[in-house]
Nanobody, 122 residues
Framework: QVQLVESGGGLVQAGGSLRLSCAAS????????AGWFRQAPGQEREFVAA????????YYADSVKGRFTISRDNAKNTAYLQMNSLKPEDTAAYYC???????????????WGQGTQVTVSS
């Protein structure tokens, strides 16, 4: 089991930045790939970014490519999502996920955090 806790969400103006953190506990986080997903009201949860266990490979949704950066620090059991040039359409609850494999589908991740709200005002 891996327990995940997100933090760093908040209210920011369009064009601003936020950094989300995902703190992991339980089994060795370094053995798991990590992903970030988001869900706006009335919408399905969608993929944002993923990173392999080593941090050697990353993958992004087209909507955030060039603006968001996923990273991890296995010594701190933490994954991050740096979000720059935020837009109102980035407003959503952001969720951290982990599993031994990695992918872009919600179904590919067994472990989830509780989410942190990001609101971007225009």
């Amino acid at each position: 089991q891996v327990q995940l806790v997100e933090s760093g969400g908040g209210l920011v103006q369009a064009g601003g930045s936020l950094r989300l953190s995902c703190a992991a506990s339980g089994r060795a986080f370094s053995r798991y790939a990590a992903g970030w997903f988001r869900q706006a009201p009335g919408q399905e949860r969608e993929f944002v970014a993923a990173i392999t266990w080593s941090g050697g490979s990353t993958y992004y949704a087209d909507s955030v490519k060039g603006r968001f950066t996923i990273s991890r620090d296995n010594a701190k059991n933490t994954a991050y999502l740096q979000m720059n040039s935020l837009k109102p359409e980035d407003t959503a609850a952001y969720y951290c996920a982990a599993d031994t494999g990695w992918g872009t589908s919600v179904r590919e991740y067994r472990y989830w955090g509780q989410g942190t709200q990001v609101t971007v005002s225009s």
